[in-house]
Each structure stands twice: as C-alpha cells, then as structure tokens.
C-alpha cells in the first residue's frame, strides 16, 4: 500500500488504515478516522472540509445504528 505523505505519524503503527483494519471499524467509522487524520494536512484549504466530512460520516453512523435498533423493537 502506498503511504501518503499527509498520513505520516511519528510512529507507523498508528497509520490510519491499520487502526481501522485492527479495530474492524468498517465504512463509515473508518472514513472518520480517516478524516480527521488527515485534516489539514492533505490540503490546508481543506481543513473544515476534511472535519465536515468526518462529521458527516458519524451522522451516517448513528443513523445506521438507531435504524437497526428500531427494526429490533
């Protein structure tokens, strides 16, 4: 896999796709590590977006988990 400059950690072991392969966080919670990883790194311009965009994923997630619970009342 290709390590992008803007997922650089002081310590590899914290590379954003293996917590999320190692804690089985699947789409939506890895794409918010994911996020917040990388906000302001990737593109400084893109800060807010980049933490919009985490946010995002967690409302899908909470959404995702009231439906479920919902359909087993």
Same mark, same amino acid.
């Given at each position: ?6 997922? =650089?950690?002081? =310590? !590899? @072991? ?7 392969? %190692? /804690?089985? /966080? #699947? +789409? =939506? /919670?890895g794409?918010? @590590?994911?996020?917040? +990883?990388? %906000? #302001?790194? *990737? ?5 807010? !977006? &980049? @933490?919009?965009? %985490? *946010? &995002?994923?967690? &409302?899908?997630e909470? !959404?995702?988990?009231l439906?479920?619970?919902?359909? =087993?009342?």
């Amino acid at each position: 896999m290709k390590k992008e400059k803007h997922y =650089n950690t002081v =310590n !590899e @072991l914290y590379e954003p796709y293996k917590i999320i392969n %190692a /804690l089985d /966080l #699947g +789409f =939506n /919670l890895g794409n918010v @590590l994911k996020y917040v +990883f990388r %906000a #302001g790194k *990737k593109d400084q311009s893109k800060h807010i !977006e &980049d @933490l919009q965009k %985490a *946010k &995002d994923y967690i &409302d899908y997630e909470i !959404e995702k988990v009231l439906n479920k619970i919902d359909k =087993n009342i």
